[in-house]
Nanobody, 122 residues
Framework: QVQLQESGPGLVKPSQTLSLTCTVS??????????WSWIRQPPGKGLEWMGA???????YYSPSLKSRTSIFRDTSKNQFTLQLSSVTPEDTAVYYC??????????????WGQGTLVTVSS
């Protein structure tokens, strides 16, 4: 019954920082062996994994975005946040947060938020 909901401004100006928060309900972001990701899809393009934060707080980032991406969490609010700095119009995309856990059997459980469109424009 885990549910994820993205929130944040739908319009960001170039050079500014895009900030989105994912609020998780029905489960804890500190639950063992889950990780929590941000994925985006620019118009007309495929999905791009941006980064993730694990149940223990470790972070991982796409090499192409690492220099300007930060993911952190607020465990008291059961939220994790994406910050993408120095945005350009190419960062316009639908942004998703998602959770995933994988068992030793190879089975996995994956839940995605509905996504939110962020437009970078002056």
């Amino acid at each position: 019954q885990v549910q994820l909901q993205e929130s944040g401004p739908g319009l960001v100006k170039p050079s500014q920082t895009l900030s989105l928060t994912c609020t998780v309900s029905g489960g804890s972001i500190t639950t063992n062996y889950y990780y929590w990701s941000w994925i985006r899809q620019p118009p007309g393009k495929g999905l791009e994994w941006m980064g993730a934060i694990t149940y223990s707080g470790s972070t991982y980032y796409s090499p192409s975005l690492k220099s300007r991406t930060s993911i952190f969490r607020d465990t008291s609010k059961n939220q994790f946040t994406l910050q993408l700095s120095s945005v350009t119009p190419e960062d316009t995309a639908v942004y998703y947060c998602a959770s995933r856990t994988t068992w030793l059997s190879g089975r996995y459980l994956e839940v995605w938020g509905q996504g939110t469109l962020v437009t970078v424009s002056s």
